[in-house]
């Protein structure tokens, strides 16, 4: 592979990356001052934050690799819809409680184990940002996990909406683990690990957490993909016109 192949690959994959991380983070800002306690207010917040400094790191990234010289802000505020490239799965609406914790189980796993490979990656900035970034998502994995136990063992009313939250999220988890050219290629030069070689250890991480919280595996009967190439929910027209509305507003505008 040349250089400037392996240049814009690797700017995919962290636009891939840093989109998950932007568009998850504003989802989880919008239960600020609208947790169950101000703890979780507190913590939820704590978890946004992370999510966007992975995400401005991972955008900035991809800018000067992909030769466009785009800063974070150009990704986050200049694109339209089906320019993102995040996963389906973090632009879903929170729902209740119960759902963003299912959310945010699945997603926190699944990046832990992928940011934990990257410290491995043959390029050092991509190394530098898995291991950075793992020791957060250890963290917010260990966070959803304890409430998934805490809801899943409580009372026969938080048993069930969080069993419903499993299932509402379930079909979004298998384009997580997605192979294509992209990911072929950046596993065969060593640059990242191949998705679909995370699933089997998130579904045994999985079943370990709710199996403790005396909860069932979800089998869905379908499973949502297109994200990746520009694939949008319902959902996320509205997510991005709260997300840009500033910006539009006042373009060029700064603090």
């Not at 169950?36 to 207010?41: K, R, V, W």
């Not at 991972?58 to 992909?66: C, I, K, P, R, T």
């Not at 089997?200 to 949502?224: F, K, N, R, S, Y």
Request: net charge negative; aromatic share 8%.
């Amino acid at each position: 592979m040349t250089t400037s192949h392996l240049a814009s690959d690797v700017a995919g994959f962290a636009l891939r990356l840093g989109d998950d991380a932007l568009i998850l983070s504003q989802r989880l800002c919008e239960w600020v001052a609208a947790a169950p306690s101000i703890e979780e207010d507190l913590a939820l917040a704590n978890i946004a934050l992370d999510l966007l400094g992975h995400a401005r790191t991972l955008l900035s990234y991809s800018g000067e690799l992909d030769g466009t010289g785009r800063s974070e802000d150009d990704f986050a505020y200049r694109r339209t819809a089906a320019e993102f490239r995040n996963s389906l799965l973090v632009e879903l609406p929170n729902g209740d409680f119960a759902v963003t914790i299912a959310r945010q189980l699945v997603y926190s796993t699944y990046s832990r184990l992928l940011c934990s490979g990257l410290r491995n990656s043959t390029d050092s900035v991509l190394a530098g940002i898995g291991n950075r970034a793992a020791i957060d998502l250890e963290y917010h994995t260990m966070h959803a996990a304890q409430w998934t136990v805490r809801l899943g063992r409580g009372t026969a009313e938080s048993r069930h909406r969080m069993q419903a939250g499993l299932d509402k999220v379930w079909p979004y988890a298998t384009e997580l683990f997605e192979a294509d050219d992209l990911t072929e290629r950046l596993e065969a030069d060593r640059t990242a690990t191949n998705p679909a070689r995370l699933e089997g250890p998130w579904e045994q991480e999985m079943a370990a957490v709710l199996q403790d919280a005396q909860l069932v595996v979800p089998t869905p009967a379908w499973h949502a993909t297109g994200g990746r190439s520009g694939l949008r929910t319902q959902a996320f027209g509205p997510l991005l016109a709260d997300f840009q509305a500033l910006h539009q507003h006042y373009p060029g505008g700064t603090w």
